[in-house]
């Protein structure tokens, strides 16, 4: 039985339509997971779809710029939840409000999250982003505020590496996002040494 066509094949309206960047951005995704962004090309995307190349160049000329296209909506979320930790009035409100906010952001872009970190082009492609020094290190700060110190620096980078990773990993993909949310959080908070809010603890 022939292999039935992609979700994006089937719709092949590629005359600079919406739907179609879309498709094509949701197509570059999963290829970059599976053969990671250098090893994907723009004929692949192509090919994938059932269009041509001119296709997807009508909307996007260059890899880099459907890779900016995908990580800039997260990268901008990521800026307010920096921003509302960072307005909280102590290092542990701050640090917790920087945790549920990563944990939530790493949730809603659990495909996005699996490749940001395990792929050396893409985090290459990060540092040339704007202030992306400033997103790396806020977090990091703010994270490890409660324990100031390489002590406090270490864990905010095992807390965030290890929630990208857990939030992105095919190994908990039978987790839903509320159960996810809760173990990450609390995960987070072992991790940091963040006493658990009241509204926050099983059972109370």
Request: aromatic share 4%; no cysteine; charged share 25%.
């Amino acid at each position: 039985m022939a292999a039935a066509p992609s979700r994006a094949a089937a719709r092949p309206d590629v005359n600079g339509s919406e739907g179609t960047r879309e498709r094509i951005l949701d197509v570059a995704l999963r290829l970059f997971a599976e053969h990671s962004f250098a090893g994907t090309s723009l004929q692949m995307i192509a090919d994938e779809m059932g269009i041509t190349k001119a296709a997807v160049y009508h909307h996007f000329h260059t890899r880099e710029e459907l890779l900016g296209t995908l990580v800039r909506p997260a990268l901008d979320e990521l800026r307010v939840v920096i921003a509302a930790a960072a307005a909280q009035r102590t290092a542990h409100a701050r640090a917790e409000h920087m945790l549920t906010g990563f944990v939530d952001l790493a949730i809603r872009h659990r495909k996005l999250t699996a490749i940001l970190g395990a792929d050396q082009a893409i985090a290459r492609f990060l540092k040339t982003q704007e202030h992306f020094e400033e997103i790396v290190e806020r977090p990091l700060a703010l994270l490890g505020g409660p324990a100031p110190g390489p002590a406090g620096r270490v864990n905010a980078t095992i807390a965030l590496a290890g929630i990208a990773s857990a939030a992105g990993g095919e190994l908990l993909d039978d987790l839903d996002d509320g159960a996810m949310r809760r173990y990450l959080a609390e995960t987070g908070r072992r991790i940091l040494g963040l006493r658990t809010p009241r509204t926050h603890r099983p059972g109370g």
